[in-house]
């Protein structure tokens, strides 16, 4: 069974920066792209970021030039690196893995979520 886990978030005032990670844990033969994905009260969720295997990576345009996503394979994790916080970025921050338990069955499997809440 795979799981995600995130970690790192938290309150933060605006203008700071919070690293969240994501750890995928679990039998797994190859984890493809991962993402980040963000929820804030009263509206859809919506992608942050995401990472390719190779490092390839595209964000929303929100959080361009202000969050930095990464990966580490060895660790099957992917990190969320956010600067100049701002109010508006307050949500609950949700992991996204596309992983291969077996060669030819990919499966997309989500994290509980960890809440970001940026005061002003």
């Known amino acids: 069974q795979v799981q995600l886990v995130e970690s790192g978030g938290g309150l933060v005032q605006a203008g700071g920066s919070l690293r969240l990670s994501c750890a995928a844990s679990g039998s797994i033969c190859r984890i493809n792209a991962m993402a980040w994905y963000r929820q804030a009260p009263g509206k859809q969720r919506e992608l942050v970021a995401a990472i390719t295997s190779g490092g390839s990576t595209n964000y929303a345009d929100s959080v361009k030039g202000r969050f930095t996503v990464s990966r580490d394979n060895a660790k099957n994790t992917v990190y969320l690196q956010m600067n100049s916080l701002k109010p508006e970025d307050t949500a609950v921050y949700y992991c996204?893995?596309?992983?291969?338990?077996?060669?030819?069955?990919?499966?997309?499997?989500w994290g509980p979520g960890t809440q970001v809440p940026v005061s002003s």
């Open positions: 996204n893995a596309d992983i291969q338990v077996h060669r030819n069955s990919e499966s997309t499997y």
